[in-house]
């Protein structure tokens, strides 16, 4: 029978997660089928064991999206180390009656950043905005390619300062630079290569109190929201800086998900052109 995949979320209907994974499934010839599933806020368990059990087919996997990744990060009876040092999960596979959780956001930004837009975090001074799951979910993968450095930065001096500390603490971490947490007034005259935007103002065209000076020159400014011009976009075209949005990290950790659910990796190149044109 067809594997049966599909993304949780609620809302969900606006995500472009089974068209992306369509093409993925046509490009590898791989025989599944994924679709979209709106859960019930206080039912995202429910909905989970029905669709293992649906009589439609094996349920194999799910991709988790906004609100319910801590609830899936709780539901996984195993963690992989990366969904661990997130506090969140955003891809599941079912076999065997276990349920394992897999956060691989932070390796989609990464694979986007160096294979699609040519910017290597390696080496490279990183400014973080924000402190919330978004961030969570992409600083164990950025230091793991070896940064100059690596900035939380956030509204809230303390919480950015707090996980840093965290993420210090962890044995990945225990060789290479240590992540350091600020607040938006202690990051003014700092410059650096790569600033990438994890807070929700895309969300809300809400701006942030953000000095100019942090776009170094060269600078590649990253916002995670997609499919919109948002006011950091903005700012950081004003400064000179290159400005990319966060299409190419929706593909690359869809594709990096097809990947442990499939052991076969796609090309993500034409199926990031193809939802461009669209």
């Not at 990744?69 to 040092?85: H, N, V, W």
């Not at 600078?219 to 990319?244: H, I, L, N, W």
């Amino acid at each position: 029978m067809t594997d049966r995949y599909a993304v949780i979320g609620n809302p969900v209907g606006h995500s472009k997660s089974p068209r992306i994974h369509a093409l993925f499934a046509k490009q590898t010839g791989q025989d599944i089928s994924y679709e979209a599933i709106q859960a019930p806020a206080d039912g995202f368990a429910e909905t989970i064991r029905a669709f293992i059990a649906s009589k439609g087919g094996p349920g194999r996997g799910v991709n988790v999206t906004v609100p319910f990744k801590e609830d899936a990060f709780r539901l996984a009876t195993q963690r992989s180390a990366r969904a661990e040092a997130a506090g969140a999960v955003n891809t599941l596979s079912f076999d065997a009656g276990a349920i394992v959780g897999d956060n691989t956001d932070g390796a989609g930004l990464v694979r986007d950043l160096k294979n699609n837009l040519g910017c290597d975090p390696a080496g490279r001074r990183i400014l973080l905005l924000g402190a919330g799951g978004a961030a969570r979910g992409v600083i164990l993968p950025l230091l793991l390619e070896g940064p100059a450095e690596l900035v939380i930065a956030n509204r809230t001096e303390e919480k950015a300062a707090r996980l840093a500390l965290e993420f210090a603490r962890l044995p990945a971490c225990a060789v290479g630079v240590k992540p350091d947490g600020a607040g938006f007034a202690g990051i003014a005259g700092r410059t650096f290569d790569l600033v990438i935007n994890a807070t929700s103002s895309g969300l809300s065209d809400s701006e942030m109190p953000l000095p100019g000076s942090v776009f170094a020159p060269r600078c590649v400014a990253y916002e995670m929201v997609y499919g919109r011009d948002t006011p950091f976009m903005k700012q950081a075209r004003a400064s000179g800086a290159r400005v990319a949005d966060g299409l190419g990290m929706l593909v690359e950790q869809a594709a990096e998900a097809f990947f442990v659910w499939r052991d076969v990796r796609p090309h993500t190149a034409p199926v990031l052109a193809a939802l461009k044109q669209a």
